[in-house]
T-cell receptor, first 112, second 113 residues
């Protein structure tokens, strides 16, 4: 089944404790992206990747890192999480930029 | 930079009545336009898109959207709403060939039995 998977689905952590949210797609898509969803703000893009080893900032990259060492994986790293990063995070992928994006199920993060 | 406006926070409609969710956009050049739907505790699901061609686009679950270049709008419509259509709907825009997708804030649709 074609899908985007994220882990974990739910995460509670404390300020400053490094964490990684994994994202994997099995559709051989070139383009992958991370978004955060906050009430009243919709989805905002954090980082995106055009291909392996090619990443770029989205609209709200501060406090986040990403890597794209393999085509299928695009982990999101929070080196020192803060409470304002409490949010619902989505990973997405598409065959090419500008094409239909397929979304993962989301990761709900609470930073205390 | 591209942007999307979804002016209404919530749309209430009686089951069986027509449903309209409004979206206007701002973008340089020709737009790629999308509608996505989010059911509770789920990721976003693709409904339909406009890239080029006929201004009336048909999508999943009986939804359609009309691209209006002069009004820079891409309203989502369904002739007869179902209770199961109750969800959060997002409009999104990307300039042609661009790698950035801008989402609106979303519209909560509530279909009343």
């Amino acid at each position: 089944e074609a899908q985007v998977t994220q882990n974990p689905r739910y995460l509670i952590t404390v300020t400053g404790k490094k964490l990684t949210v994994t994202c994997s797609q099995n559709m051989n898509h070139e383009y992958m992206s991370w978004y955060r969803q906050d009430p009243g703000l919709g989805l905002r893009q954090i980082y995106y990747s055009m291909n392996v080893e090619v990443t770029d900032k989205g609209d709200v990259p501060e406090g986040y890192k990403v890597s794209r060492k393999e085509k299928r994986n695009f982990p999101l790293i929070l080196e020192s999480p803060s409470p304002n990063q409490t949010s619902l995070y989505f990973c997405a992928s598409s065959l090419l930029p500008g094409e239909t994006q397929y979304f993962g199920p989301g990761t709900r993060l609470l930073v205390l | 930079a591209q942007s999307v406006a979804q002016p209404e926070d919530q749309v209430n409609v009686a089951e069986g009545n027509p449903l309209t969710v409004k979206c206007t956009y701002s973008v340089s050049g020709n737009p790629y336009l999308f509608w996505y739907v989010q059911y509770p505790n789920r990721g976003l699901q693709f409904l339909l898109k406009y890239i080029t061609g006929d201004n009336l686009v048909k999508g999943s679950y009986g939804f359609e959207a009309e691209f209006n270049k002069s009004q820079t709008s891409f309203h989502l419509k369904k002739p007869s709403a179902l209770v199961s259509d109750s969800a959060l709907y997002f409009c999104a825009v990307s300039p042609y060939g661009n790698n950035r997708l801008a989402f609106g804030k979303g519209n909560q649709v509530v279909v009343i039995p």
